[in-house]
T-cell receptor
Framework: DSGVTQTPKHLITATGQRVTLRCSPRSGDLSVYWYQQSLDQGLQFLIQYYNGEERAKGNILERFSAQQFPDLHSELNLSSLELGDSALYFC?????????????FGNGTRLTVT | TQLLEQSPQFLSIQEGENLTVYCNSSSVFSSLQWYRQEPGEGPVLLVTVVTGGEVKKLKRLTFQFGDARKDSSLHITAAQPGDTGLYLCAGASGYGGSQGNLIFGKGTKLSVKP
């Protein structure tokens, strides 16, 4: 058990809809990362938050947004969903903001857009 | 754009065989991490290598970081069915607390048959 909790585990929704994925980091970890994993693209970095502030941005679409709350949990909002957004979405946490810190991953949310 | 190429993409072997998987890039990384991911779970960190030429051993797994810090290999001796999974390498482009991305390869899917 990595200590990182992601909910929900599975999500099925229709195109055009909006969903929110939730992540609780390991106790004491200040950084939260969001990754998208698909069969053809592998693990793609979306965004990182450190102690409530955006730290680094990757290949995140404008339709996607995230935030980290004062209690350090994070939410990833996906809107105007398209079929191509179907993927596994992982949250990971680490104690500090450095990119070299090992990441502890949750078990992901599997999003299916129909 | 930094890319990490992993090979082979798929590997199916019998229990007791040895294998090596590779992680290559044209970019220099400050450190490189190896993760293993099992179905339905998030990646789990196996090791971090930092120094060019570094070799680290984890039981039957041997990890090497290339002298130029552009490539890495993972060698498994006497593979067991429990080694089955997706092996991911991830390169860090920043140092310490500097901002940067952790770039993941697409992985090597290993299947060890009893």
């Amino acid at each position: 058990d990595s200590g990182v909790t992601q909910t929900p585990k599975h999500l099925i929704t229709a195109t055009g809809q909006r969903v929110t994925l939730r992540c609780s980091p390991r106790s004491g970890d200040l950084s939260v990362y969001w990754y998208q994993q698909s069969l053809d693209q592998g693990l793609q970095f979306l965004i990182q938050y450190y102690n409530g502030e955006e730290r680094a941005k990757g290949n995140i679409l404008e339709r996607f947004s995230a935030q980290q709350f004062p209690d350090l949990h994070s939410e990833l909002n996906l809107s105007s969903l398209e079929l191509g957004d179907s993927a596994l979405y992982f949250c990971a946490s680490s104690p500090d903001r450095g990119v070299s810190s090992p990441l502890h991953f949750g078990n992901g949310t599997r999003l299916t857009v129909t | 754009t930094q890319l990490l190429e992993q090979s082979p993409q798929f590997l199916s072997i019998q229990e007791g065989e040895n294998l090596t998987v590779y992680c290559n890039s044209s970019s220099v990384f400050s450190s490189l991490q190896w993760y293993r991911q099992e179905p339905g779970e998030g990646p789990v960190l196996l090791v971090t290598v930092v120094t060019g030429g570094e070799v680290k051993k984890l039981k039957r797994l041997t990890f090497q970081f290339g002298d130029a810090r552009k490539d890495s290999s993972l060698h498994i001796t006497a593979a067991q069915p429990g080694d089955t999974g997706l092996y991911l390498c991830a390169g860090a482009s920043g140092y310490g607390g500097s901002q940067g991305n952790l770039i993941f390869g697409k992985g090597t899917k290993l299947s060890v048959k009893p």
